[in-house]
């Protein structure tokens, strides 16, 4: 079994639709939680992190953590177009340099 | 302009032939990784480094090497590549204040090793 297991989709939804990207995890030591965005040809970017349990806000993007579960999504409000990208979830362990990442889950816009 | 850049962008090489991708970020960062991108399989961390002069082996180091002289500089050395190697390569940096291990990630190197 992964560590991180997430849904490589592809994923296409319509211009506007609310978008949920998840991933599940077995290591229960994991205390931060990323999600990172990677366009066409370039390398990834970090989108979201959060610390723990609980839920995270930063205008159409919501980041949820739920460790009991564990348990993480990325929820995308009137996606645009320009969302269209690869969507990596990441976890790391406190204090530590090793990030865990997700496949990927590649999400399509469409106008 | 904060960035992590690589050298080359793409690379096209022979098995055997030894080759160096080089990186350098411009942010006075401490930590610097590798990581190999391949299909189904995500992002797997070949090497880090913590500081100059110490690296770490990461999940996939076989057939890689690295060294860190220079703050700045993270080259990745393949000596004698193979085609299990083809690849797509991120060099990616982060301070050591960052409470979150945030990275910042290069463009990309696509090697393809015939």
């Known amino acids: 079994q992964k560590e991180v297991e997430q849904d490589p989709g592809p994923l296409s939804v319509p211009e506007g639709a609310i978008v949920s990207l998840n991933c599940t995890y077995s290591?229960?030591?994991?205390?931060?939680f990323m999600w990172y965005r990677q366009y066409s040809r370039k390398g990834p970017e970090l989108l979201m992190y959060t610390y723990s349990s609980g839920n995270k806000e930063d205008g159409r993007f919501t980041a949820q953590v739920d460790k009991s579960s564990k348990y993480i999504s990325l929820f995308i409000r009137d996606s645009q177009p320009s969302d269209s990208a690869t969507y990596l979830c990441?976890?790391?362990?406190?204090?530590?340099?090793?990030?865990?990442f997700g496949i990927g889950t590649k999400l399509q816009v469409i106008p | 302009e904060a960035q992590v850049t690589q050298n080359p962008r793409y690379l096209i090489t022979v098995t055997g032939k030894k080759l160096t991708v080089t990186c350098s970020q411009n942010m006075n960062h401490e930590y610097m990784s590798w990581y190999r991108q391949d299909p189904g399989l995500g992002l797997r961390q070949i090497y880090y480094?913590?500081?100059?002069?110490?690296?770490d082996k990461g999940d996939v180091p076989e057939g890689y090497k690295v060294s860190r002289k220079e703050k700045r500089n993270f080259p990745l050395i393949l000596e004698s590549p193979s085609p299990n190697q083809t690849s797509l390569y991120f060099c990616a940096s982060r301070s050591k204040l960052s409470s979150y291990n945030e990275q910042f990630f290069g463009p990309g190197t696509r090697l393809t090793v015939l």
């Open positions: 480094s913590m500081n100059v002069e110490v690296t």
């Open positions: 290591n229960s030591a994991f205390q931060y």
């Open positions: 990441a976890m790391s362990l406190p204090s530590y340099q090793k990030v865990t």
